[in-house]
């Protein structure tokens, strides 16, 4: 009504809309003119009341008003009622909140006139008095805003002895609510409180300490950028210090946070560097943690032998210590890198191993990582375990807050659930990800090629396109093997879908040069080869799936398939029937449908009428892309399938096992 008085607002059926006034003078300031005109006009005791109860926030209970005004409770509730009928402040009522019963300000700005009124050692004085009362409880709940009033407290303080004695309180106060945020998982916010105690901090070491920690919580919260900027600050205090183990233990996490961010060339210079740097100490905790680290950059480009050598080094040192991260980062690097240098069983007993040391000394984010990096072997033997394992992982990795990780298996399952039919399951949850978090190039990069897979098995090439130039164009960020690869990877696919299987081939054996694709590339380039007729291409990807030495039963499918493929070109029709049978039940069974549908389409097409069982594993799999609305798929395909020619039977070629399949990224 006093808004209308004044011709601030018009009301015109039933609703309000703001008058020219306002919006020549700027809305914040003529409210804020309004409130300090009717705050003005309150009595004394209720002006200095409300002014007591913005330093406690928008709502407040009664208890701590009592405090800050130094009145008991009971002689409040008078005022309290005359300030909400003067619509000043109201009372939450809602059952369903936690501040029911509280008093709140009727509007923010209503507290923040209510606040700018106060003199600096008004403020002060209230906010002590808050932070007192608030002690008083010892509820651990309200560290964080203890924290905060001992900081205002500070804050409205002249500089000297006083503020010195606040500051130190404050820090207290802001390094317990970090605690605090950090055991609920809250990382973040914990890092923000950190923040916050560094900007009042002047001790170097103190300082460094702190940026340190907040560089560690970036393994938690996956804003590896500002990780990284931590993890620098920290690293020049050291070193401005001469504190060489504090040089160390800030490069390892600069080097660990790059590596995360998919630029390992920097990950793997500032490690290197500091290796030499460090000698000095290299018996040292320190030194271990960045063997270990330098081990997990070297595993993740393809150096397999250095990152088994540097993660031995790790272990010998860290194993007499009892220092169980190192130990445990090392085993997990050490385990992948087995995985992908042809000594798979022993790879993951190390990284089961690595998995149950972790879990029993609470190292979640190593837990996760291990059991991420076994993925890789147990989605070879059954795409549906694998699945189940990695939705509990993505479950864990949400309670623990662990951004990262939940980025990392919620891409994950949208793959593999493609892969075992349901296509465009965890869509919507990458879509409420992307709407609610700031989400790393690498994995908004993710995002995309698995949506414009999915477009693409359905058809959608304009779709499909779209989501290719966002990867594009994220992908320029990056600096990473892993990244070039499945960039190969996700071209070849397009390129397959879309019949022109020169480039698919070419392409799937181009990403096959990273370790993480040494079965996916083959297989779809030997795909492709068999579509095309390509036969120097299908002789490569066969060598290339023949040349590993053990693997699990889908690995050993694929080649079984691409031997049958092989076998049908020339003319070998039992072989090839032989061999797709095997390989399109084996699919089937470990639940990689997508894997047995194009299988299927490629004997059906091979056989043409020569074999019933390939027209009914044809029929199969167009069946299969149609419920999920890619018949456009396979029209293209049979369209653009080059036909088998009348050959002369050759000998049959023996097959010899293949590689552990690795679909999973390694971290």
């Known amino acids: 009504r006093m808004l209308l008085d004044r011709e601030l607002l018009v009301a015109e059926d039933g609703r309000y809309r703001l008058t020219g006034e306002i919006g020549s003078l700027g809305v914040a300031a003529t409210l804020q003119a309004l409130i300090a005109s009717r705050l003005d006009a309150a009595q004394p005791e209720d002006r200095a009341l409300l002014q007591d109860a913005s330093v406690l926030g928008q709502s407040f209970t009664i208890d701590a008003l009592a405090a800050v005004a130094g009145e008991e409770p009971p002689v409040l509730a008078e005022r309290l009622d005359r300030l909400v009928r003067r619509q000043l402040l109201t009372v939450d009522a809602d059952p369903r909140s936690p501040e029911r019963g509280q008093h709140k300000f009727v509007q923010a700005v209503v ?6 009124s106060l003199a600096r050692p008004d403020r002060r004085a209230r906010h002590l008095a808050a932070a007192r009362h608030l002690e008083g409880l010892g509820e651990e709940e309200t560290a964080g ?49 950190l923040e916050q105690t560094i900007s009042i901090t002047a001790d170097p070491a103190e300082q460094a300490g702190l940026y340190l920690r907040a560089a560690e919580l970036g393994d938690q919260t996956s804003d590896y950028e500002r990780a990284i900027e931590h993890a620098r600050a920290a690293h020049e205090l050291y070193r401005g210090l001469g504190d060489l183990a504090g040089v160390v233990r800030a490069a390892t996490w600069m080097g660990r946070h790059y590596t995360s961010s998919k630029v390992e060339p920097q990950a793997v210079a500032v490690m290197e560097e500091t290796l030499t740097e460090g000698g000095a100490i290299d018996t040292s905790p320190e030194y271990a943690a960045l063997l270990a680290e330098l081990s997990r950059v070297y595993m993740m480009t393809g150096r397999h032998s250095e990152a088994i050598s540097t993660a031995d080094r790790a272990l010998v040192l860290a194993g007499p210590q009892r220092l169980v991260r190192p130990v445990v980062e090392a085993l997990i690097n050490k385990g992948t890198a087995m995985l992908h240098a042809e000594r798979a069983i022993e790879g993951a007993a190390i990284l089961r191993g690595a998995a149950a040391e972790a879990d029993g000394h609470a190292l979640t984010a190593s837990a ?18 694998a699945i189940a394992l990695t939705e509990e992982s993505y479950q864990l990795a949400v309670r623990l807050g662990n951004q990262g990780f939940v980025f990392q298996f919620v891409s994950l399952l949208a793959g593999m659930s493609q892969n075992s039919g349901e296509w465009g399951a965890w869509m919507d949850e990458i879509q409420a990800l992307e709407d609610g978090e700031v989400v790393p190039p690498f994995y908004a990069l993710w995002f995309a090629g698995l949506r414009a897979r999915l477009a693409a098995l359905r058809g959608d090439r304009a779709g499909a396109a779209a989501e290719r130039a966002k990867a594009t164009e994220i992908s320029s960020q990056l600096d990473s093997q892993i990244v070039t690869a499945s960039g190969s990877l996700q071209n070849a696919f397009h390129a397959f879908l879309g019949g022109d299987w020169a480039a698919a081939a070419r392409q799937a054996l181009e990403s096959a040069t990273d370790a993480n694709f040494i079965v996916e590339g083959p297989d779809l380039a030997a795909a492709a080869a068999v579509a095309g007729n390509l036969r120097d291409e299908l002789a490569e990807a066969v060598r290339m799936l023949r040349h590993q030495q053990s693997g699990g039963r889908l690995t050993t499918a694929i080649l079984t398939a691409a031997e049958a493929g092989q076998a049908a070109r020339e003319g070998r029709w039992d072989e090839a029937r032989a061999g797709y049978r095997h390989a399109l039940e084996t699919k089937h069974d470990a639940r990689d449908l997508l894997g047995e549908a194009l299988g299927g389409l490629a004997w059906g097409m091979l056989a043409g009428d020569r074999d019933p069982e390939a027209a009914a594993a044809g029929a199969a799999a167009e069946q299969f892309f149609t419920e999920r609305g890619g018949a456009a798929t396979v029209a293209t395909y049979r369209a653009a399938f080059v036909p088998v020619q009348a050959s002369e039977p050759t000998e049959p070629v023996p097959g010899r096992q293949a590689s552990s399949r690795s679909a999973v990224p390694s971290r």
Request: aromatic fraction near 4%; charged fraction near 20%.
């Open 111 to 116: 507290r923040e006139v209510a606040y700018a």
């Open 145 to 193: 805003v203890l924290a905060s009033h001992y900081l205002s407290a500070h804050e409205a303080s002249r500089p000297g002895p006083e503020a010195d004695a606040l500051a130190a309180q404050a820090r207290l106060a802001l390094v317990a609510a970090a605690d605090r945020a950090a055991a609920l998982h809250s990382h973040l916010q914990a890092v923000g409180y």
């Open 368 to 385: 996760l990582r291990a059991r991420n990096n076994l993925l890789g072997v147990i989605s070879d033997e059954d795409l549906g375990a």
